[in-house]
């Protein structure tokens, strides 16, 4: 296990991406073209939907560092592919960096991460308050949806090819599974 401060030195002066969780360092990977092009198909949906929402939400796309608390003072550390997130202007520190947490976070999985994904990262986010999570898994061509209330998991949806998967949390947010896969 390594400090915060060990992440943070480790990580000050160099170009490679990290993510800091539970004691735990993680170089991420350069995603393979699957991965980018699912990206690419969603951040245009969800930014399409943002200009007519009227939500006041917006889609950001990693690398974008978001800090979540298990613990006060104890930070963890994450990249998340795609968010929304809602309350920008209010959560921006004098250095102009976000420091609230998105109200939904998209993670495309990767051969290598799935673990890390889907059961480490669901558990952070469900427990630092993010609202609902998307699980995008080109290998399997799906996506799951949880949506999270008081730490639970409280609704979960599968989609799958001829489907659109649909957001809990936000009205009108749908995504046709077709379109996001090469």
């Known amino acids: 296990l390594a400090s915060f401060e ?21 170089l991420l990977a350069a995603p393979r073209a699957v991965h980018q092009y699912a990206l690419r198909k969603l951040m245009i949906i969800f930014d399409q939907w943002s200009r007519t929402s009227g939500s006041g939400c917006e889609p950001w796309l990693a690398p974008f560092e978001i800090r979540l608390y298990r613990q ?19 959560q921006l520190d004098e250095n102009g960096y976000y420091q609230g947490v998105p109200s939904l976070i998209v993670e495309i999985l990767s051969e290598g991460n799935k673990r890390h994904d889907m059961v480490k990262k669901l558990d952070l986010y469900m ?4 609202k609902e999570y998307w699980i995008v898994d080109p290998s399997a061509r799906d996506i799951l949806i949880y949506q999270f209330e008081n730490g639970n998991i409280s609704r979960r949806a599968a989609y799958k090819q001829g489907e659109s998967a649909v957001s809990f ?14």
């Open 127 to 130: 427990c630092c308050g993010v």
């Open 169 to 182: 949390l936000f009205e009108g947010l749908n995504v046709p599974v077709d379109e996001v896969f090469m």
């Open 6 to 26: 060990e992440f943070q030195a480790l990580t000050r002066n160099n170009e490679d991406r990290y993510e800091y969780i539970d004691g735990e360092i993680h």
């Open 72 to 90: 006060e003072g104890k930070p963890n550390v994450v990249q998340p592919d795609l968010m929304m997130i809602c309350d920008l202007k209010e």
